[in-house]
């Protein structure tokens, strides 16, 4: 499990993998084919094949994969077998939409906690019950949780402060939402959700 | 340009090499490498040469990238060298969010119109200051305007027959944050939004 080596690009695969798993199995199936992830993923199932075999052999010659035993090995690899406690600042329209996010369930995440530096906010609820804590707290209740994880939902302008704080609190792992390049230590791993760039990958088919 | 021959998971990663170029930019820089722009990035500069060559001869061998010339030919490659319109259908907190995002703002995007179901959202500026029109007039407007591109952020229940109208209605590419596997025509490209996913991908490096 977890070999050091294995290339980021293909770790970043793994997840749209288990997610195609996951689709599959709500459709009572049972079998599929590194074919069939390729046609729905757009991926050559040659590159799947590889990709997996960096973890182990799931498939059987001729019987493709066993979609349960792939999707609970996935998720072993993916350290998702488990549930990781979130730690969201910005209680913005995306921190709401955030809070309320339906497609965490399940998948390993829970958002344990948000907050805002808006006086406005602090205290109040957010769409799924979740109170908006101060922002001035952030590094304290960071650090007494033992929170690993963080999503930055607040304006490009915050952004590298409130990721300065997280780190300083102890978490190694940030999703970011603001439309800048995040500056943060080589031991802390940083993923953007930047609409554009999936939009530019779109209109590279358009004409 | 615009080779049909080249990978999707080529073309996926010219936008991330296409914003690391603007951030330089913006840093006064003028020439970059390929191995800066692996480091920055997490991929190795022989595959960030072996991505741009699919479509030409960009760097000098021993000088780099001039970055202000690599950055306009991806613009040019990725269709983002004019500005298209998007239309956004849900104005919940996710669609509030992306009609006042500045990251689309000199990356070929413009939110020209939301739609929602709700009728106490109809008629209503959502910030930015777009007006919320009947989902009802959505097929009807899409067709008059010619737009090719939505984006879904409706709940999860709801995303399907968005996409059925706006596909019936003449949209060819999709950027869906419903966490449900959209069903289109394969004419059809739809990228998903999947903060799952990202988080799948941070939590591979966490013990």
Redesign the interface.
Known sequence: M?DRQV???V??R???Y???LT?LKADNREITSSQELGD?L???SA?IRKDLSHFGEFGKQGTGYEIRYLENNLKE????DRM?D?VLVGA???G???A?????AG???HVAAAFDADPDKIGHEM?GGLLIEDVANLEARVQAAGW??G?IAV??DAAQSVANTLVGAGV????NYA?I?LIAPSSV?V?Q???????????????
Chains 1, 2 share one sequence.
Do not use: C, M
């Open positions: 977890g290339p980021d690009i770790v970043g793994l997840p749209i288990l997610r195609a689709f729905r757009g991926i050559s590159q690899i993916l350290h998702v990781w979130v913005g329209d995306l709401n939409a955030l309320s996010y339906k497609g965490f998948r390993g995440f769409p690993k994880i999503i304006p490009a190694i792992a940030l999703l439309p390049s791993r993923e959700i930047d609409p554009a760039v999936h939009l530019q990958h779109l209109t590279y088919y358009l004409g």
